[in-house]
């Protein structure tokens, strides 16, 4: 017997998805606007009404690349074939560029504070979290609970301290001091998750290796780690997401030199007011690796979030 | 060996098999891999929450500090308890608190219910749907102003176009009764998908076996709805409105870039307002204890909702 009496008819299945997909464009809309925006021309951005159908231009990208001033009489006479297509082009706005902007500095910035906290809170966690699950520790429960309500202080709470801390240590607007700091905010969230992870792969496995005489650091290695490494992935892309996301704590303890990219989009001015084309390249730019990583794994971040609430 | 002297070497071995001798003992290992990440929690989590607790017993203003530091005790609470500005700043948070969990937890649950129907290609459009989820909330609070322009910003545009009122006769960031609502539309636009995740994973959990038998007895859908699936997603549905409200309780990234707490400061959230205490009037005893109030808010609220949450989780 195959009839299924669970199973939706193909009239409802054809409504659900009618209105999931309906749902899902409308969704979809401003990210596809802001994209668009970075396409167009400075006069084209604020056009009234808002233009569908535009000239692309690359001149918001350029912008957020460049530095530039207003080019004086002698630059305006200059014939300008033999310059590169970018000088060009702000040249017809009449500017000259002087040098690169401080978008590429940021965005590395946030790559850096990014990856490398992710790093060491994916190492130090799955440690811990090892140690939580297979080893008899006091007060385990309390110390996990504990550890998940730190992360209900606002950031700008924590950050009061933190500010005064780092001063003292000489630690404000350093990457050192960036990647500390969200490490130790990721670590929270890693150990959390991975001990939740680890506890469901059964112990008869490295009980197994510990009396095939393997050393108790050689059965987490080759036993445990490996099974727990889509877990420990999941972990890691959160992390990640995190650190690159993150706003309150980068605008008020970095201003120059560790400045990630989020507090310096929302800063990019043009000649009149917000430079919109510019600050949608960036934000483009800036949205397209955690993009990428979302549709390229969401089966591990739809178990890593999910993963929360299956456990007990 | 006789068979006696085997039988007790078998039995002995496997537990000294467990305390290895060969590499570093258990205990060793345990402390190796616990220590550096107990050594940062204290330092960046603790240890600056005992501060803030001090501070928040102080006068101390970080930028006068070479001013004497005096003890006042709980002079900074009362002045906080009796600030109306901080009531009205709750007043703000609590608006966009009840109106973002609302939505999102009809919308999210609505659409988990949708995409549970399993029609084809739901997976691209799951992933579609849960974008918006994993981007900055300053960056999207930027590029929503834009969005929320009256003139030349999108949104208008499309209410004009659904509804036929002039794009340019509402501002949604510049009235102040809108404001509160733009707000929360984006956080809506953002979080509904986390809702619906872990709707769906609730939704997912429910044996088949369970509606197959209540079909047997007959049981309406609409019945089925109420007494199956409905109870059963309940413990998911609760624990999303948990990491929601915590979260949104916290909001600053998204709100101070979308309105600065304006117009006025009609959506000042708490957050907005701490960090103008502590930040640019730089009355950082003042503010310490308005975050340790905060804290105990969230936390209070927390566990007395996770002991509720565990009651449902048990039935």
């Known amino acids: 017997m195959s009839y299924s009496v669970t199973e939706p008819s193909q009239r409802q299945k054809w409504f659900a998805g009618f209105l999931v997909i309906g749902y899902a464009l409308i969704t979809l809309l401003p990210l596809v606007w802001i994209v668009a925006t970075g396409f167009k021309s400075g006069s084209d951005s604020i056009a009234y009404p808002p233009k569908i159908v535009f000239e692309p231009t690359v001149e918001g990208y350029v912008n957020l690349f460049t530095a530039q001033t207003r080019m004086n009489n002698e630059l305006a006479l200059e014939p300008r074939e033999q310059l590169p297509w970018y000088e060009q082009l702000v040249r017809e706005k009449g500017n000259t560029i002087v040098g690169p902007s401080r978008f590429s500095e940021r965005f590395l910035n946030s790559v850096i504070i990014g990856f490398g906290s992710t790093f060491f809170a994916i190492v130090l966690g799955t440690a811990a979290a090892y140690a939580f699950s297979r080893f008899r520790i006091p007060l385990k429960d309390d110390l996990l609970f504990f550890i998940l309500s730190t992360r209900m202080m606002p950031p700008i709470a924590v950050a009061i301290p933190i500010f005064l801390m780092f001063r003292q240590l000489g630690l404000n607007d350093t990457h050192a001091g960036m990647i500390l700091l969200y490490t130790a905010v990721n670590l929270s969230l890693a150990v959390w998750l991975i001990n939740g992870f680890i506890d469901e792969i059964p112990i008869e496995y490295e009980e197994a290796a510990l009396i095939d005489g393997y050393t108790r650091f050689q059965a987490f290695y080759k036993v445990v780690l490996p099974q727990a490494a889509t877990g420990i992935a999941s972990t890691a892309i959160f992390c990640l997401i995190f650190a690159w996301n993150e706003y309150a704590f980068a605008v008020l303890l970095t201003s120059g030199t560790a400045q990630t990219a989020p507090p310096f989009i929302p800063t990019i001015i043009g000649v009149s007011g917000q430079d919109w084309p510019a600050v949608a390249a960036g934000v483009t730019i800036f949205l397209l690796p955690v993009t990428v990583f979302t549709v390229l794994l969401r089966k591990h971040l739809l178990r890593g979030i999910t993963f929360g609430a299956v456990r007990k | ?315």
């Open chain 2, 1 to 315: 060996m006789s068979g006696k002297q085997a039988v007790q070497t078998i039995q002995t071995k496997p537990v000294t098999a467990l305390n290895s001798a060969k590499g570093l003992s258990d205990r060793m290992i345990a402390w190796i891999f616990i220590a550096p990440t107990i050594i940062i929690l204290l330092a960046i989590n603790i240890f600056p929450l005992i501060w803030t607790i001090y501070l928040s017993f102080t006068n101390y203003r970080v930028n006068r500090p070479n001013k004497d530091v005096e003890f006042v005790g709980l002079r900074n609470y009362e002045r906080i308890l009796s600030d109306t500005d901080i009531w009205i700043s709750m007043q703000a948070t609590a608006h966009f608190l009840i109106w973002t969990i609302v939505l999102q937890v009809l919308i999210g649950f609505f659409l988990a219910y949708l995409i549970n129907k399993k029609f084809k290609g739901n997976d691209l459009w799951t992933t579609i749907i849960v974008l918006p989820m994993m981007l900055s909330p300053a960056v999207v609070g930027n590029f929503w102003t834009f969005l929320y322009q009256p003139q030349i910003g999108l949104f208008n545009y499309v209410v004009g176009f659904v509804s036929g009122a002039d794009p340019s006769s509402f501002s949604m960031i510049g009235d102040v009764a809108l404001a509160p609502w733009a707000i929360v539309i984006v956080d809506t636009w953002m979080w509904t998908p986390f809702v619906m995740l872990i709707c769906l994973a609730g939704l997912r959990s429910i044996p088949d076996s369970i509606y197959e038998a209540a079909e047997c007895d007959r049981a309406s859908k609409w019945r089925q709805f109420w007494t199956i699936t409905v109870p059963m997603v309940l413990p998911f549905l609760m624990l999303a409105v948990l990491f929601r409200g915590i979260e949104n309780f916290k909001m600053f990234d998204l709100v101070v870039q979308l309105t600065g707490g304006g117009p006025g400061s009609i959506t000042e959230v708490t957050s907005i307002n701490l960090k103008r205490e502590a930040f640019e009037k730089w009355r950082t005893g003042y503010a310490s204890a308005y975050a340790v109030i905060l804290f105990v808010t969230i936390f209070g609220i927390a566990s007395i909702y996770v002991k509720a949450l565990n009651k449902v989780k048990e039935r």
